[in-house]
């Protein structure tokens, strides 16, 4: 696949793309920073936090970063803060805050 | 020279044992279900290596050959009318995602009313989905015209898909004598399919069928149409490497005693070979009548057929499909603006006819084109189009 870039970051000519809207990388989507339209993001308490997980496995965006078996944060490039992890949190934790974005 | 005598269908379905596709996928409709049925023998008698994949429809079929052609399969596949009509949505894709499958197409009138034989119609109403379109006068072009199909719709300027159409019963069911090429001569014209990519090269990972939304779907369509405008010297290019190969060349279109015609007769498909007799017979009664054959459809050739035509002051065009537009129809249609564009300004009568397999007679064609060379400049829409042959 010779003369073929990928270049998300600028918006390329005709004459340059792959034929036939092909794209011919794996993993593109990580350049594609889905977090700037976030309205309203997600505010973890480490210390209410239980460690279940249960927002790691109900985030639809994979944005929730887990280290040694441990949730660590939120990955703000990809967060749309749809607020899932939030809602799921149990009540007893409420570890998790949906606030308003400030830009 | 081999010559045997073979029906369109006969012919195709042997062009395709001689290309020995990777892969065909494929739902039978008439009149074009022989093609499939005979080359199915070809592939139970283990004479071609073809995967044959019996779908459930056409709008399977196309979806399988999209796939194949994806991983790298050369991919072929035949219909016809509502066969091609049900591959409607994939037609655009295959052509989108530049994938050079190649479908052995035999023209019939669309329902409804349900009507099994030759027109344009089924092509005409997928004439803009981004296929190249060639049309086929007999058997042995059907046969020419789809082992050129595979190198055209793989050639990387073009990298299009196409297919090559025959009108229904009249060639497709009919016999003739026909050269047939040895194996190896066709293996060594088509060479090896090299595809531009694999999804099947887990070393290089990729994405076909992603979302192209406002920000990259114009620039994708933008470059197809590149690969249609290659396409027209492609064509020729190749076209010229068969006649050296075959003794055979093609062109965009076919040209008979045109050089100081004063009506000419523009036609696709079958018709062009009655269109002969009609002109000769003309020709002794003194009338100085010419013969346009159409070829290639998709690319349309406007600038060469303005012209090739810039001389004559009077042209029938005989469109075997209506556009129902209202004004004229398909190939009219395009000549005229051919015209337009090259600042002539020939009386051109659409004479639409044959609707549904209705025959045309070369006595038809004479008095055609008696008729168009004495008519008044066209005023009004019903003396620019003709409805030929229809009751009324």
């Known amino acids: 696949m010779k003369d073929v870039k990928v270049d998300c970051g600028r918006l390329m000519d005709w004459q340059e793309l792959a034929k036939g809207c092909l794209i011919p990388e794996p993993a593109t989507s990580l350049n594609f920073k889905t977090g700037d339209w976030r309205s309203q993001r997600p505010v973890w308490s480490e210390d209410k936090c239980i460690q279940c997980l249960a927002c790691w496995i109900s985030c639809p965006d994979g944005a929730i970063m887990v280290k040694d078996e441990k949730m660590v944060g939120m990955n703000f490039d990809y967060c749309k803060g749809c607020g899932i992890c939030a809602a799921v949190c149990p009540s007893k934790a409420s570890a998790i805050e949906m606030v308003r974005e400030e830009k | ?392």
């Open chain 2, 1 to 392: 020279m081999k010559i045997i005598a073979k029906t369109g269908n006969e012919a195709m379905a042997e062009a395709m044992r001689q290309i020995n596709p990777d892969v065909c996928a494929a739902y039978p409709i008439t009149p074009a279900t022989e093609v499939m049925q005979i080359f199915a023998g070809f592939v139970n008698d283990g004479l071609v290596k073809t995967e044959l994949m019996m779908v459930e429809s056409e709008h399977s079929a196309m979806s399988a050959c999209m796939g194949a052609t994806a991983a790298g399969a050369r991919t072929m596949t035949s219909t016809s009318s509502q066969g091609l009509a049900f591959m409607y949505e994939m037609l655009y894709i295959a052509a989108g995602y530049r994938l050079p499958i190649v479908i052995a197409e035999v023209n019939r009138a669309l329902s409804g009313p349900i009507n099994i034989h030759c027109d344009h119609g089924d092509t005409m109403g997928a004439r803009d989905t981004g296929w190249i379109q060639l049309f086929s006068e007999n058997a042995q072009e059907a046969y020419d015209n789809l082992i050129q199909a595979i190198r055209i719709a793989e050639h990387p300027d073009v990298q299009l898909p196409a297919w090559t159409s025959t009108d229904g019963f009249i060639i497709s069911h009919g016999m003739e004598n026909m050269e047939v090429y040895p194996d190896e001569a066709v293996q060594k014209f088509i060479k090896e399919f090299q595809p531009s990519f694999t999804l099947l090269n887990n070393q290089q990972p990729l994405t076909v069928g992603a979302a192209d939304l406002q920000d990259f779907y114009f620039e994708h369509r933008r470059a197809a149409a590149e690969g249609m405008r290659h396409a027209k010297r492609v064509i020729q290019e190749i076209g010229r490497e068969f006649g050296q190969t075959f003794g055979r060349s093609y062109g965009l279109f076919d040209t008979l005693e045109l050089d100081d015609a004063e009506v000419a007769l523009v036609a696709m498909g079958s018709t062009a070979g009655t269109a002969r007799m009609a002109v000769k017979n003309l020709r002794q009664r003194g009338v100085k009548a010419g013969l346009l054959k159409l070829r290639v459809f998709r690319p349309f050739p406007a600038e060469e057929l303005a012209q090739a035509l810039k001389h004559v002051p009077n042209v029938a065009v005989m469109d075997r499909s209506d556009g129902f537009n209202a004004q004229s129809a398909p190939l009219a249609t395009e000549l005229k603006t051919a015209f337009f564009d090259a600042g002539l300004k020939p009386k051109v009568i659409d004479y639409i006819y044959g609707l549904g397999g209705r025959d045309i007679h070369f006595t038809e064609l004479e008095q055609i084109m008696e008729k168009t060379l004495q008519a008044p400049e066209p005023g009004d829409l019903d003396s620019r189009v003709v409805y030929w042959g229809v009751r009324e």
